[in-house]
């Protein structure tokens, strides 16, 4: 009888565990990173670790040079003034759906600029606004009419602007089987001058391995 008892007790105790095991993997819990901590890898797409270097490579490279500002009148002692830029928005191309990072790849690239000391963005409701009020998307600003009834609406909206800003991202994937691929993320600023009409452009590029297991890292590149 005493056996009985005990492998009852046993195997409640064991049913138990397993039960409490279980719902701890079902339950989720998270942490505040701190500024030492390092980005987590997307394991299936690209994240912060991916476009955060992108940005800041590309955005860098492409003011740098641009560097040339117009003195404000008032002699030596005036500051220099900011040129404006219109950022008409962020374009995906490559092979993945980007989600929510495409409003924070265009927050990140806004804040990048205005913390230059010769450039600074139009406030992105003005550009969507001025868009509306012509009927335009992003890319019919490539066409010369249509730019410059652009350049007008925004003009009445007392939003002047020196410079256009495009954002694209691309990507292209290399596989070696159906498990193991490469995929080379690329993300293209072209700014295009007013004054001139000539266009500058930058891309930063960040290759990511995607495996099913550790192995297949260090069997494509061990």
Known sequence: MRRRTFLHTGWVAMTSFAAAQLGCRNK?????????????????????????PLIQTSVGQLLGRQEIVLPTSGG????????????????NKSSEEIGDFKAQIYQKIDSCINSSESF???NQRYVEAGLRQCGLRPDDLFVPNSRRMFVATMEKL?????????A???????RSNEKNYQRDYLLTLELVNLDNGTADKESAEIRKGYHKSQLGKLKNYG
């Open 28 to 52: 989720q819990v998270a942490h505040i990173l701190s500024e030492d901590d390092k980005d987590m890898v997307g394991s299936h797409t690209a994240g912060a670790e991916t476009w955060e």
């Open 168 to 174: 694209t991202i691309t990507s292209g994937t290399t």
């Open 158 to 166: 007392e939003q002047p602007f020196d410079y256009l800003l495009f």
């Open 76 to 91: 030596d002692m005036a500051f220099p003034l900011r040129k404006k830029i219109c950022f008409a928005g962020v374009e």
């Open 120 to 122: 600074e963005v139009i």
